[in-house]
């Protein structure tokens, strides 16, 4: 297999997992036992790719918010963004300091996904049970935008978990009940934070000086297809989640889990 075609994979794996809840973590370490590791700066760019793409989508919402700050519900919600970000961001620079570092094998990995899909699976079921109790409610409380913050940071811990799933149950768990609105502020969210992460690791990244052995066109063809790629996977998610549960990413989750663990011997 070519560099290029190992690279334009690595940007569909990226592009196509980002966002949707079963861990592009998770799935990229796993790729690249296949596919061969790839330099931290590779690793920041296609990330930055899936992350200009949910920017393109949500971008009437985000200029819109900007444009009615004055008016006290756009307000209230950009807050409440920034409110999030501020716990991702300090609980985020705290764990950094500690010297974590992503797990390189699989096992942990498979066991996260399996973990991750019961634990959604029981979250849909209480979910389902709120929304039938309380009826919809889009609003996002105070108290969901400090645990999405922290649902960031867990996620970024544990590889395989999934920052999508943690960020979007943890709103529908303990606030709104519509997995739209839970869906657009963890996305919303995201953003902001991705991209502190990608300049964090791209300045770090460009101070140790290897950015100068870089392979700049597989990298260039994993930024776009990993671009191109969330733009489709994010605009089929959201038309998905309007009449579906998150059941069949559990569902996945648990089958991708238990062939690891069930191959890992060979994949390891």
Not at 5 to 13: E, N, Q, R, T
Not at 130 to 144: D, F, K, N, P
Not at 252 to 260: K, M
């Amino acid at each position: 297999m070519t560099d290029l075609v190992s690279a334009l994979l690595l940007g569909i794996v990226e592009g196509i997992t980002e966002f949707l809840p079963i861990s592009s973590t998770g799935h990229l370490l796993i790729a690249e036992h296949w596919l061969g590791r790839r330099s931290d700066l590779f690793n920041i760019a296609i990330q930055a790719g899936a992350i200009l793409a949910v920017v393109a989508i949500y971008w009437p919402r985000l200029w819109g918010l900007l444009l009615g700050l004055r008016e006290r519900g756009n307000r209230d919600y950009a807050l409440k963004l920034a409110a999030a970000f501020a716990v991702t961001a300090v609980l985020g620079l705290v764990v950094k300091k500690l010297g974590f570092a992503l797990p390189d094998r699989i096992a942990p990995i498979a066991w996260a996904l399996i973990v991750g899909a019961v634990w959604m699976l029981v979250a849909e079921q209480i979910a389902a049970r709120r929304a039938q109790a309380l009826g919809e409610r889009t609003e996002i409380t105070w108290t969901v935008a400090l645990l999405v913050g922290l649902a960031q940071v867990v996620a970024g811990v544990f590889p395989g978990t999934s920052r999508s799933a943690a960020t979007i149950f943890a709103a529908l768990l303990f606030g709104t009940t519509s997995r739209v609105a839970a869906t657009e502020f963890a996305f919303l969210v995201g953003i902001p934070t991705m991209f502190a992460a990608t300049g964090y690791e791209l300045l770090d990244v460009l101070r140790s000086g290897q950015a100068v052995h870089e392979d700049w066109s597989a990298l260039a063809v994993a930024f776009v297809a990993s671009a191109v790629t969330a733009f489709v996977a994010v605009k089929w998610l959201l038309r998905y989640i309007q009449s579906h549960r998150f059941t069949a990413f559990a569902v996945y989750r648990l089958a991708l889990g238990a062939a690891l663990l069930l191959f890992l011997p060979a994949a390891a």
